[in-house]
């Protein structure tokens, strides 16, 4: 599922895990303040590695999250790591 001709699927996990994290408003605006982004920001950016990358660190900065989070999309803690590992290169 998170992988496409044996490749980890990084962005396909971080657009899962960004989902994740706006369904609690909350977490929404922790991510927004940590990452530095603004709603606006984010929609254009979103595209991009590095945003990809951050929505992931974020994850990582807060342990219950990266648990939560591979819990809910399907995939282990370490994969959601990675996926970040793999954006930052």
Same mark, same amino acid.
């Given at each position: 599922?998170?992988?496409?001709?044996?490749?980890?699927?990084? /962005?396909?996990? !971080?657009?899962? =895990?960004? =989902?994740? #994290?706006?369904?609690? $408003?909350?977490?929404? $605006? %922790?991510?927004? /303040?940590?990452?530095?982004?603004? *709603?606006?920001?984010? %929609?254009?950016?979103? #595209?991009?590695?590095?945003?990809?990358? #951050?929505?992931?660190?974020?994850?990582?900065?807060?342990? *219950?999250?990266?648990? !939560?989070? #591979? +819990?809910?999309?399907?995939? /282990? *803690? +370490?994969?959601?790591?990675? +996926? %970040?590992?793999?954006?930052?290169?």
């Amino acid at each position: 599922m998170h992988e496409t001709n044996g490749k980890l699927d990084a /962005s396909g996990m !971080a657009f899962q =895990a960004l =989902a994740w #994290a706006l369904m609690d $408003e909350t977490r929404a $605006e %922790r991510l927004l /303040s940590l990452t530095g982004l603004t *709603p606006e920001g984010l %929609r254009t950016s979103i #595209a991009e590695r590095g945003t990809q990358a #951050a929505i992931l660190t974020f994850l990582e900065a807060h342990e *219950p999250d990266l648990l !939560a989070c #591979a +819990a809910c999309i399907g995939v /282990s *803690p +370490a994969l959601l790591v990675k +996926a %970040r590992e793999e954006l930052e290169s």
